[in-house]
Nanobody, 120 residues
Framework: QVQLVESGGGLVQPGGSLRLSCTASGSMFSITEMGWYRQAPGKERESVADITNGGITNYRDSVKGRFAISRDNAKNTVYLQMNSLKPEDTAVYYC??????????????WGQGTQVTVSS
């Protein structure tokens, strides 16, 4: 079984920073794309950033220049560095990974979610 465990969420003032981490464990052959999503109350879950196994990154327009996604393949971990945080960034953040198993089947996995609250 594959499990994604997130950490790094919390309460921060506007303009502050947080660094989210997500580590995968279990039966894995390889990890392809990694990404971060978020969901605010009453809103649909939205993509924040993603990174391919080749290191190509993509960000939603509202976080460009403020957030940075990175990965450490040796640790099966994806990070999201969040700077210059705004109240509208408040949401539950979920990591997501596409992972190949030993039979070379691709499956999608989600982390448990971590709350990020940006408030004065």
């Amino acid at each position: 079984q594959v499990q994604l465990v997130e950490s790094g969420g919390g309460l921060v003032q506007p303009g502050g920073s947080l660094r989210l981490s997500c580590t995968a464990s279990g039966s894995m052959f390889s990890i392809t794309e990694m990404g971060w999503y978020r969901q605010a109350p009453g809103k649909e879950r939205e993509s924040v950033a993603d990174i391919t196994n080749g290191g190509i990154t993509n960000y939603r327009d509202s976080v460009k220049g403020r957030f940075a996604i990175s990965r450490d393949n040796a640790k099966n971990t994806v990070y999201l560095q969040m700077n210059s945080l705004k109240p509208e960034d408040t949401a539950v953040y979920y990591c997501n990974m596409w992972i190949f198993n030993q039979y070379h089947q691709t499956n999608n996995y989600w982390g448990q979610g971590t709350q990020v609250t940006v408030s004065s």
